[in-house]
């Protein structure tokens, strides 16, 4: 019968089934991961914040110290990081991730200015690693389709519950210590590296990487006409320059070089410039 409960549960699955259709269960299991460790550690220090700094300092200084480097490198990152090989970029924010938090964790539990610098410089190392690896993961999103931001999205909404749930966990009803606590948190980083190398499909970055190589070359081929064509006036500017001074040409090609940097630096100071019409008008 039409409203029966057997079959609104049935069409119930059908609508479920069909939103989940031509979804890569391992593509939703990485960056489900992806989301969830790249923000668990930002929740864990701001729960840890007073057990880092003690009652006399405000907790304020730890959230600065957690969020302003992330700010930074979301700000400034999109401009450069696109040259390093995702690969390299996991490898380096899971070390920064770990190599913070055993800072924080391995300082002694004293309040004094140089303890609680010590720690910070711990948390903003975290910072640093949680805002490239952000910024990263969503632009890996691009290779692998929508559910891949799905289930980014679902990692990082579960990450606020997970972070803060564990450590009151570890630290009322397991007895763990701030230290022992934040010492486990630690090794946490390490399953990105399991769910990209491992988890995570990698044929998509291949495709899209000999996508590139092709382009390059066909450009290259495309610019060997017009280098023809100008062989004759380039020769024939060379032979009089060598007749001039041998030393220019070598000039010429620094000056090549440095004419393009100096355009890599301009233009990323535009970009900052426009960023920072964003703040101040």
Not at 64 to 83: E, N, Q, R, T
Not at 220 to 226: I, K
């Amino acid at each position: 019968m039409p409203g029966a409960p057997a079959s609104s549960w049935a069409m119930y699955k059908a609508r479920l089934k069909a939103t989940f259709d031509g979804a890569d269960p391992r593509v939703c299991l990485a960056f489900w991961l992806f989301g969830l460790i790249n923000n668990v550690l930002y929740v864990i220090i701001l729960s840890a914040a007073l057990d880092l700094v003690g009652p006399n300092i405000p907790k304020g200084v730890v959230l600065l110290a957690d969020v302003i480097p992330s700010f930074l490198m979301k700000l400034c990152a999109p401009y450069f990081i696109h040259v390093i090989p995702y690969p390299v970029r996991i490898i380096l924010f899971v070390t920064l991730s770990m190599w913070g938090m055993l800072l924080i964790a391995l300082t002694a539990a004293n309040t004094d200015a140089a303890t609680i610098s010590t720690k910070m410089a711990g948390v903003v190392l975290a910072s640093l690693s949680s805002g490239g690896g952000e910024l990263s993961f969503l632009g890996l999103t691009h290779f692998y389709g929508p559910f891949s931001l799905a289930a980014w999205g679902s990692g990082t909404g579960a990450a606020g519950l997970v972070g803060a749930g564990a450590y009151a966990i570890a630290t009322t009803s397991l007895g763990l210590s701030v230290k022992h606590s934040l010492l486990t948190s630690s090794f946490l980083p390490l399953i990105m590296l399991l769910s990209f190398f491992v988890v995570l499909p990698q044929g998509p970055l291949k495709q899209a990487k000999r996508r590139q190589m092709v382009d390059e070359h066909t450009s290259a081929v495309q610019r060997e006409p017009s280098d023809l064509d100008n062989g004759n006036d380039t020769a024939e500017s060379e032979h009089e320059t060598l007749l001039d001074s041998p030393a220019k040409p070598r000039a010429l090609s620094k000056s090549a070089v440095g004419s393009k940097h100096n355009n890599m630096l301009a233009a990323f100071q535009a970009n900052l410039r426009r960023s920072s019409r964003l703040f101040i008008p």
